[in-house]
């Protein structure tokens, strides 16, 4: 399908692989590094001092030259990849965290970040290579199982994503950012009435980001109940944005409609 929508509008990030890409998360990393708290090793990220997010480049910019200065640090590497990764810089944060892991290959900060960055450039085998490392059977991360799940619904076997969805909420009963994930996976999966059910279960939930009502308003649209997705759309997005998010998926799913109709009911109507 060759459609564009509304340029202000792709900020949102409506469509379910979009916002599956989103539930992978981006990677950025403080100074902690215990396992049972160290973010790096998840979706969620604690801040750093210099971030800034409005400026990915400048953080690129700051952050390669403490990783230069000292290519053994693993902090540094980390969140130079992550502004790497912001900025469009793929290949290149895979690069700089594949060495990073070289040089720490027990950190399973870096082997969290390094898995992250390579399902980002689309190399999904190794990232859940690289992720079973990040984490054991003993001491599992839900944070790093809600990511391998996310990779495992991006290669289409979404019944494998329920499932490590599930051990991490064994972990962190009715965490939001999970919850989420498993909502999109219901969804990738067709079954949107499990899948709403499971996201309006996560948005009730305390220090649900915005994402995760965006992603409900997805799957409402999805059921063909466009007025009801643009007021749960509206509460994080200005009206207009979520106005051209729900015009948007009404023409998706119009030309999908379209695609699988046959040739002479498409033409039903037409003179």
Known sequence: ??????????????????ALLLAVGLVTVGCQTTQSQDPATSAMAAVPPSRDDADPRGAASAWGERHRANPNDPVAAINYAQALRASGQRS?????LEQAALNNPKNNAVLGAYGRALADAGNYQQALDVLNQAHTPERPDWRIL??????????GRHDEAQRYYATALKI??????????LGLSYALSKDLVRAELTLRKAVSRTG?????????????????????????????????????????????????????MPASASKAGRS
């Open 172 to 181: 962190v009963p009715d965490e939001p950012s999970v919850l989420s994930n």
């Open 1 to 18: 399908m060759n459609v564009s929508p509304p340029s202000r509008a792709r900020p949102a990030r409506l469509l379910a692989s979009t």
């Open 146 to 155: 809600s990511v391998q799940g996310a990779v495992l619904d991006q290669m």
């Open 92 to 96: 290149q944060a895979v690069a700089v």
């Open 208 to 260: 649900a980001e915005p994402r995760v009502r965006q992603n409900l308003a997805l799957v409402v649209g999805l059921q063909g109940r466009f007025a009801e997705a643009e007021t749960i759309a509206r509460a994080d997005l200005p009206p207009d944005l979520a106005a051209a998010n729900v015009a948007y998926l009404r023409q998706m799913l119009a030309q999908q409609n379209q695609l699988h």
